[in-house]
């Protein structure tokens, strides 16, 4: 069992933490206990629930996750990827339907991680989480039109076509006070950082705006319009349910299990190329279940990894978990003290945040680089992205897999074993154990797609790390998927900074298009990348001879 849940935290107390590490901690927990206040409000109202339960979800998941997560810096929290899956649940469910669905997925994640199934989520495609991420970007987006320009829509439709012709109905009604708010929301909000990198643009356009509608009795909606009291206590209360209803509520609960495992995971993925470290899956779906289980009995929503702030946290000095529960109780003191004034804060605000937040998600770049790639990655990427949009997300992700895994039986099969380089001088191939000290290699020994992208990826890690010129043997990889392309490229990167030279052999001229079209060549320098083993080996002498 210590195998599966061993907490990240438990690790380095045991080891020591010093203080000044602890100092550090304390300083980017409270800077990130700033940037997420905005955000949690933010995605609680975008949801359909009071502001209050943003930051509940925060305070209370921030701390079990990284209390008991696998990973040093990962911060916990509401996201926006759970939005539309909140917001439809309560329309059709209710509170208590929400509340109930995210204790299951709670449970859901601890069977995921108790059945060390936190290395599985590694073959969702790359294709298929930047389909189903963008097309949740754009749905966010939708849904802040409203509040954007101020509209008097009492009822927008939930289908994505009905709503957008909603708002195109009541273009005419448009408030230029609400709209010239969240204008400048966005241009804060974005450019900020240009003044100050530590205080957050969201932060300062929410107080500096707000002050403004107050001061000058500006026309427009705010939270407390829609919300008139706002709780400032966190209170335990269980949510009212039937035993003969659970069923009914296994598909969101599994959809929100589905979307935090593999958003968590993605975010500690990040985390780790960011700080060079490793962490631990498995005990990391256990303690999102945990927090997913504890936070709907005081009124929280589903909560999993942010990105977002994660990167904050580790930009700003953050290296273990000391900082994720000061971010919490920076939030607690703010809601203890302020909340009330949550009722202040106009709904452009929250749109102009949440249209920043939608463009930041929607991963443009990798989606158009996809689109110019390989035929069978665009079509698992624009299906998800078709589907999240118009249907759910649970259906996109659903048939997003059995279409990844169909696509990649057919690749398979269609491989021409003529493509694979046997020119390599494989009848005079130098024995690896006579290459000096400092020249590692490492042989790909065939085609690189989602499912082994990571593991690859690793190994290429683990043995670079330790040389002064890795070379990376290519001749049996007949393709390359855009999963692994990011994969590689983020290694490579990775090893460059450490210092490390990294030469290619082998490359089959379909693959080295995939690579020169993703970047790769460009980072790895078309010098560095030779047909022959020999010619390889030769260069990395002469490179281990000129840092001698």
Same mark, same amino acid.
């Given at each position: 069992?210590?195998?599966?849940?061993?907490?990240?935290?438990?690790?380095?107390?045991?080891?020591?933490?010093?203080?000044?590490? &602890?100092?550090?901690?304390?300083?980017?927990?409270?800077?990130?206990? @700033?940037?997420?206040?905005?955000?949690?409000?933010?995605?609680?109202?975008?949801?359909?629930?009071?502001?209050?339960?943003?930051?509940?979800?925060?305070?209370?998941?921030?701390? #079990?996750?990284?209390?008991?997560?696998?990973?040093?810096?990962?911060?916990?929290?509401?996201?926006?990827?759970? #939005?539309?899956?909140?917001?439809?649940?309560?329309?059709?469910?209710?509170?208590?339907?929400?509340?109930?669905?995210?204790?299951?997925?709670?449970? #859901?994640?601890?069977?995921?991680?108790?059945?060390?199934?936190?290395?599985?989520?590694?073959?969702?495609?790359?294709?298929?989480?930047?389909?189903?991420?963008?097309?949740?970007?754009?749905?966010?987006?939708?849904?802040?039109?409203?509040?954007?320009?101020?509209?008097?829509?009492?009822?927008?439709?939930?289908?994505?076509?009905?709503?957008?012709?909603?708002?195109?109905?009541?273009?005419?009604?448009?408030?230029?006070?609400?709209?010239?708010?969240?204008?400048?929301?966005?241009?804060?909000?974005?450019?900020?950082?240009?003044?100050?990198? =530590? @205080?957050?643009?969201?932060?300062?356009?929410?107080?500096?705006?707000?002050?403004?509608?107050?001061?000058?009795?500006?026309?427009?909606?705010?939270?407390?319009?829609?919300?008139?009291?706002?709780?400032?206590?966190?209170?335990?209360?269980?949510?009212?349910?039937?035993?003969?209803?659970?069923?009914?509520?296994?598909?969101?609960?599994?959809? #929100?299990?589905?979307?935090?495992?593999?958003?968590?995971?993605?975010?500690?993925?990040?985390?780790?190329?960011?700080?060079?470290?490793?962490?631990?899956?498995?005990?990391?779906?256990?303690?999102?279940? &945990?927090?997913?289980?504890?936070?709907?009995?005081?009124?929280?929503?589903?909560?999993?990894?942010?990105?977002?702030?994660?990167?904050?946290?580790?930009?700003?000095?953050?290296?273990?978990?000391?900082?994720?529960?000061?971010?919490?109780?920076?939030?607690?003191?703010?809601?203890?003290?302020?909340?009330?004034?949550?009722?202040?804060?106009?709904?452009?605000?929250?749109?102009?945040?949440?249209?920043?937040?939608?463009?930041?998600?929607?991963?443009?770049?990798?989606?158009?680089?996809?689109?110019?790639?390989?035929?069978?990655?665009?079509?698992?990427?624009?299906?998800?992205?078709?589907?999240?949009?118009?249907?759910?997300?649970?259906?996109?992700?659903?048939?997003?897999?059995?279409?990844?895994?169909?696509?990649?039986?057919?690749?398979?099969?269609?491989?021409?074993?003529?493509?694979?380089?046997?020119?390599?001088?494989?009848?005079?191939?130098?024995?690896?154990?006579?290459?000096? =000290?400092?020249?590692?290699?490492?042989?790909?020994?065939?085609?690189?797609?989602?499912?082994?992208?990571?593991?690859?990826?690793?190994?290429?890690?683990?043995?670079?790390?330790?040389?002064?010129?890795?070379? &990376?043997?290519?001749?049996?990889?007949?393709?390359?998927?855009?999963?692994?392309?990011?994969?590689?490229?983020?290694?490579?990167?990775?090893?460059?900074?450490?210092?490390?030279?990294?030469?290619?052999?082998?490359?089959?001229?379909?693959?080295?298009?995939?690579?020169?079209?993703?970047?790769?060549? $460009?980072?790895?320098?078309?010098?560095?990348?030779?047909?022959?083993?020999?010619?390889?080996?030769?260069? $990395?002498?002469?490179?281990?001879?000129?840092?001698?």
């Amino acid at each position: 069992m210590s195998t599966i849940f061993n907490p990240k935290l438990f690790t380095m107390l045991k080891d020591g933490i010093s203080k000044e590490q &602890i100092y550090s901690d304390v300083i980017a927990g409270t800077i990130v206990g @700033i940037v997420a206040l905005p955000l949690a409000i933010a995605f609680a109202v975008a949801s359909g629930v009071s502001p209050e339960k943003g930051i509940i979800t925060a305070v209370i998941a921030g701390i #079990i996750i990284s209390a008991l997560g696998g990973s040093k810096v990962q911060i916990g929290g509401p996201t926006g990827a759970f #939005i539309v899956i909140v917001f439809a649940i309560v329309e059709q469910y209710g509170i208590d339907g929400l509340l109930i669905s995210t204790i299951m997925a709670g449970i #859901i994640l601890i069977f995921f991680g108790l059945f060390k199934l936190g290395n599985l989520l590694r073959y969702f495609p790359e294709p298929l989480i930047v389909g189903f991420t963008s097309g949740i970007a754009l749905v966010i987006f939708s849904t802040q039109i409203k509040d954007a320009l101020g509209l008097n829509i009492e009822n927008v439709p939930s289908d994505f076509f009905e709503k957008w012709t909603a708002y195109f109905h009541h273009i005419h009604e448009v408030n230029l006070y609400a709209l010239a708010i969240t204008a400048a929301t966005i241009l804060i909000t974005v450019y900020f950082k240009y003044i100050n990198k =530590k @205080i957050p643009g969201s932060f300062v356009a929410i107080i500096l705006l707000t002050l403004l509608v107050q001061i000058f009795d500006l026309p427009v909606t705010t939270i407390g319009t829609f919300f008139s009291s706002i709780n400032s206590e966190i209170t335990f209360a269980i949510p009212d349910f039937k035993l003969s209803d659970l069923v009914t509520y296994l598909v969101p609960a599994l959809t #929100i299990a589905i979307l935090g495992g593999v958003e968590s995971l993605l975010s500690a993925v990040v985390a780790d190329g960011m700080i060079g470290g490793k962490h631990r899956s498995n005990t990391e779906l256990i303690a999102q279940g &945990i927090a997913n289980i504890t936070t709907p009995f005081f009124g929280g929503i589903p909560a999993t990894g942010a990105i977002a702030r994660t990167a904050t946290n580790i930009k700003n000095g953050g290296r273990t978990p000391i900082a994720g529960i000061v971010h919490a109780l920076v939030l607690l003191l703010i809601m203890l003290f302020f909340i009330n004034y949550a009722k202040l804060i106009p709904m452009s605000i929250l749109a102009g945040i949440l249209i920043v937040v939608s463009f930041n998600m929607s991963e443009y770049r990798s989606f158009i680089s996809i689109l110019k790639g390989s035929p069978y990655d665009y079509i698992i990427l624009l299906t998800t992205f078709i589907l999240t949009v118009l249907v759910d997300l649970t259906f996109a992700i659903e048939v997003g897999i059995v279409l990844a895994s169909l696509l990649f039986m057919h690749r398979m099969a269609n491989i021409d074993g003529n493509k694979m380089i046997k020119s390599d001088n494989e009848d005079d191939i130098e024995n690896y154990e006579t290459l000096p =000290k400092g020249i590692s290699v490492y042989e790909i020994g065939g085609p690189v797609f989602f499912a082994s992208a990571k593991q690859y990826a690793q190994q290429l890690q683990t043995i670079g790390i330790q040389s002064q010129v890795l070379i &990376i043997r290519m001749r049996y990889v007949s393709f390359i998927d855009s999963t692994a392309l990011h994969n590689f490229k983020e290694t490579i990167k990775l090893l460059r900074e450490s210092g490390i030279s990294v030469l290619t052999s082998g490359t089959n001229d379909d693959v080295f298009k995939e690579l020169k079209h993703h970047g790769v060549v $460009a980072l790895i320098g078309e010098s560095n990348m030779h047909k022959t083993y020999q010619r390889a080996v030769a260069q $990395a002498r002469e490179l281990l001879s000129k840092e001698a």
